[in-house]
């Protein structure tokens, strides 16, 4: 059971969000459609020389509209992946876009508005309602939350928040964060104190694209592990770990007004995500030996998501206006070679380092 399955493809999906007000108010065009039925994106080029040229096609395994409802996006597209954590297989969900497209309101949604919950509160409800309707079975799940901000490492629910943390490599566990905390939580309302918590600590900046902009790209964990009799009368503990990832924003310099701080900012957010472009790529055309892994701490700590043990279900945020067009092509044309990373996910079966099994041992 724990053996490795036949590789799997990344799962990409696209979700375009409203014209927002003031788009509206400046009377921008749209250049976005949205085929729910045939899981396509067309994108017109507002600035065609030629009335003959073809609207560029992108087709992914779903898109969502503008109209499209939190909770559709969380059953269709999230909820299996989330199911297989609970399995003990590592998971991954990436948001991707440029900032003001809706990917913090994808993952994170409105709190306290269950027609409104983004991915992350509805992941957490999902595995504690599991949890609590299982039998024969213990559980334990605890919570970990990170930030890549300037290529440095913080974490964000550590009472030190100068400190900065480091990537380290074991053979059998892969890379990790040393030093890294984790909450062991109890509930769905016990793991979102956790998030809040974090979030209250990370980088946020105004740019042109968004006074409240994402300046850091952002990883809450989710680890899960259950031990269950087995056949052979032995206790078996399987580990799932959800990696839940908010890209900072994809935008260009020139765009987002960005001077001084912001810009060197901007710099090494775009080089962090340039570099998980190249892994993408080097992963998909099958000729590269070397996958540039290290070339960032983002790609590094998500080795296992591309091309590993891991499922992985990329969620690429557009917006719909001519004013975008740029960075929309871009944002697609992105998702639609991660389509083609083929992971090789396992069951993740009595790992040493299970906490489980030191709370079981005698004394």
Known sequence: MSKSKSPESVKVVVRCRPMNEKERATKFERVVTVDVKLGQII????RASSAHEHPKVFTFDSV???????????????????D?????????????????TGKTYTMEGVRN????????PNSFEHIFTHISRSQNQQYLVR???LEIYQEEIRDLISKDQLHRLELKERPDTGVYVKDLSSFVTKSAAEIERVMILGNQNRSVGS????????????IFVITVECSELGVDGENHIRVGKLNLVDLAGSERQAKTGAQGERLKEATKINLSLSALGNVISALVDGRS????????????????????????????NIGPACYNVEETLTTLRYSNRAKNIRNKPRINEDPKDALLRESRSPG
Do not use: C, W
Request: proline share 3%; hydrophobic share 30%.
């Open 64 to 82: 969502y509209d503008s109209n499209s409802k939190q909770i559709d996006l969380y059953d269709e597209t999230f909820r299996q992946l989330v």
């Open 289 to 316: 030996s070397h996958i540039p892994y290290r070339d960032s701490k983002l790609t590094r700590l998500l080795q296992d998501s591309l091309g590993g043990n891991a499922r992985t279900v990329m969620v690429a």
């Open 43 to 46: 994108v017109r080029n507002p």
């Open 207 to 218: 740019t042109n694209m968004n006074e409240h902009s994402s300046r850091s790209h952002a």
């Open 143 to 145: 919570a970990s939350y």
């Open 113 to 120: 508005d269950p027609e409104r919950r983004g991915v992350i």
């Open 84 to 100: 297989s954590v609970l399995l003990g297989f590592n998971g991954t969900i990436f948001a991707y876009g440029q900032t003001g």
